[in-house]
């Protein structure tokens, strides 16, 4: 199954931003053939195949199929929206597709606005999962928080320090509202960023130096580890 996210080999991925809630919709065009999505450190809720489905947090490159011209559309979770929508911990869906109908009810009319405009469908559908859930505030205040710390790249020392947690608390937050500790976290942020640069032409070295890599071999393993294939090798697959 195709979560269409950012550095993949899915072509025709676009995202704009939801009329209705601002949230990040995307739009994925499959090329028919064998293709990797790599972790990206997001949630998506998902319409595939004419079904409702979230997509947990990946820890390694996701291999999927799907049909010639088949479109997948997504809605991007922001950080720890998903374990207050679903009533469950992030890390109960790492790597893992699963249906929202086995978290929620859905209703049984859901699927016919879906036949019209699929990203006004898919923004009614969490428009509705927000009222009933009613999320706290303050959790995704911190959570945003906590992932703008992985993105800029602090240790789960600094982390910690910074949000006044210990560094074992940090962790089990981590784990329910991302899916995985604050340490993978930024380097999957770190590693998407690196790739992107690479994507629009920033030298390997640079881009490796630019996202916080000791150097270009720091980058290339790690892209290895995360996706099975070396940052030149995205760049192609791009």
Request: charged share 25%; glycine share 8%.
């Amino acid at each position: 199954m195709a979560s269409g996210r950012r550095c993949s080999d899915l072509t025709g991925y676009a995202t704009r931003r939801g009329a209705r809630t601002s949230a990040v919709l995307w739009r994925a065009l499959s090329p028919g053939r064998e293709h990797h999505i790599a972790p990206d450190g997001v949630m998506d809720l998902m319409w595939f195949q004419g079904r409702l489905v979230v997509a947990g947090a990946d820890t390694r490159s996701m291999v999927v199929e799907t049909r010639p011209g088949e479109v997948t559309w997504g809605l991007r979770l922001a950080p720890g929206v998903a374990c207050s929508l679903l009533g469950a911990r992030a890390h109960e869906l790492t790597n893992q597709r699963v249906e929202l109908s086995e978290f929620v009810i859905v209703p049984s009319a859901v699927a016919r606005p879906f036949e019209d405009d699929v990203p006004a469908a898919l923004e009614q559908v969490f428009v509705a999962l927000c009222a009933r859930a009613d999320p706290d505030r303050a959790t995704l205040r911190l959570a945003a928080s906590l992932d703008r710390a992985a993105r800029d790249g602090l240790t789960v020392r600094e982390t910690a320090v910074r949000h006044d947690l210990s560094e074992r608390s940090l962790r089990r937050l981590s784990n329910a509202l991302f899916g995985y500790g604050p340490k993978t976290l930024m380097q999957i942020h770190r590693f998407q960023r690196a790739a992107h640069l690479v994507r629009t032409g920033t030298s390997l070295s640079d881009a490796a130096a630019t996202a916080g890599y000791v150097d270009q071999a720091h980058f290339a393993r790690e892209s290895r580890r995360l996706t099975g294939r070396t940052p030149s090798g995205l760049a192609r697959a791009a």
